[in-house]
T-cell receptor, first 114, second 113 residues
Framework: DAGVIQSPRHEVTEMGQEVTLRCKPI?????LFWYRQTMMRGLELLIY????????DSGMPEDRFSAKMPNASFSTLKIQPSEPRDSAVYFC????????????FGEGSWLTVV | DQQVKQNSPSLSVQEGRISILNCDYT??????FLWYKKYPAEGPTFLIS?????DKNEDGRFTVFLNKSAKHLSLHIVPSQPGDSAVYFC????????????FGTGTRLKVLA
């Protein structure tokens, strides 16, 4: 069974450009999470969806960040305009009744903003 | 405000010895805790969990202990192996079923051969 799939794996972009990260959760999972990993803050929860509805976006750092989940099998995290301090690894994760209380992570999208 | 804290950024242990990774939390509403392991260039993978109704959960070489009064949990790895070298994250969730997990900053474990 496929795990959480993220794209792109690596992205290098110039400051001011728009960045879109994509995620396909595990089929049947109804909760989806976007996390950002940095040295200072570890794994930081940005936003959490349940049944495609954003439940908690209190971790989204600024209005430059937005996330959508148009259907149960796809989500995007967009940064516009991007800044060098956005450079980090962004992880998507999903969970559902089939996984109990465990969330499963994708391999991450490595973003570098120069 | 960091609700889940891992105060040791790194730990080195000799192969065959015990590794003890610690985690503290501040929110008394947390009732479910997990440990994840992360290798470089990979996503975190689930290792072991514990519910607040227990104080210990064991899975092979891995045991998690929970001290609710101290708001503290620890992960014991016995015996430690070089393949255990990774970053370990603890995570906490409140009100079982909400599935909102707060992670700590991670502890990098290095097991020396």
């Amino acid at each position: 069974d496929a795990g959480v799939i993220q794209s792109p794996r690596h992205e290098v972009t110039e400051m001011g450009q728009e960045v879109t990260l994509r995620c396909k959760p595990i089929s049947g999972h109804n909760s989806l999470f976007w996390y950002r990993q940095t040295m200072m803050r570890g794994l930081e929860l940005l936003i959490y969806f349940n049944n495609n509805v954003p439940i908690d976006d209190s971790g989204m750092p600024e209005d430059r960040f937005s996330a959508k989940m148009p259907n149960a099998s796809f989500s995007t995290l967009k940064i516009q305009p991007s800044e060098p301090r956005d450079s980090a690894v962004y992880f998507c994760a999903s969970s559902g009744q089939t996984s109990g209380n465990t969330i499963y992570f994708g391999e991450g999208s490595w973003l570098t903003v120069v | 405000d960091q609700q889940v804290k891992q105060n040791s950024p790194s730990l080195s242990v000799q192969e065959g010895r015990i590794s003890i990774l610690n985690c503290d939390y501040t929110n008394s509403m947390f009732d479910y805790f997990l440990w994840y392991k992360k290798y470089p260039a990979e996503g975190p993978t689930f290792l072991i969990s514990i519910s607040s109704i227990k104080d210990k959960n064991e899975d092979g070489r891995f045991t998690v202990f929970l001290n609710k009064s101290a708001k503290h949990l620890s992960l014991h790895i016995v015996p430690s192996q070089p393949g255990d070298s990774a970053v370990y994250f603890c995570a906490a969730s409140g009100t079982s079923g909400t599935y909102k997990y707060i992670f700590g900053t991670g502890t990098r474990l290095k097991v020396l051969a």
